[in-house]
């Protein structure tokens, strides 16, 4: 099992930053990439951001592409979320997603931290 914890989230303004955290823990070595989603009321979770393990790239969903920027850590112990020029429409529960190595799928979730972005 792996276990992953968010931290970070908080209320903002428009145009602020904020960095989210995910710390993982567990049988870390059987990840193979690690992401984030977010979900806003009323609407289905959507991906944000993802990263393979010491990979120096990450991939984004338009929305967020150019302001925010996901790394990782060599240990495999934490993945990050820099959000950049945050708008209120960013405002959303953010989960930590690991994808498993033999599946493809991200089979393991964080609680989720609460952002919220004020106009």
């Known amino acids: 099992q792996v276990q992953l914890v968010e931290s970070g989230g908080g209320l903002v303004q428009a145009g602020d930053s904020l960095r989210l955290s995910c710390a993982a823990s567990g049988r870390t070595f059987s990840t193979s990439a690690m992401a984030w989603f977010r979900q806003a009321p009323g609407k289905e979770r959507e991906f944000v951001a993802a990263?393979?393990?010491?990979?120096?790239?990450?991939y984004y969903a338009d929305s967020v592409k150019g302001r925010f920027t996901i790394s990782t850590d060599n240990a495999k112990t934490t993945v990050y979320l820099q959000m950049n020029s945050l708008k209120p429409e960013d405002t959303a529960v953010y989960y930590c997603?690991?994808?498993?190595?033999?599946?493809?799928?991200?089979?393991?979730w964080g609680q989720g931290t609460q952002v919220t972005v004020s106009s």
């Open positions: 997603a690991a994808e498993a190595m033999r599946t493809h799928v991200y089979d393991y």
């Open positions: 990263i393979r393990w010491s990979a120096d790239r990450g």
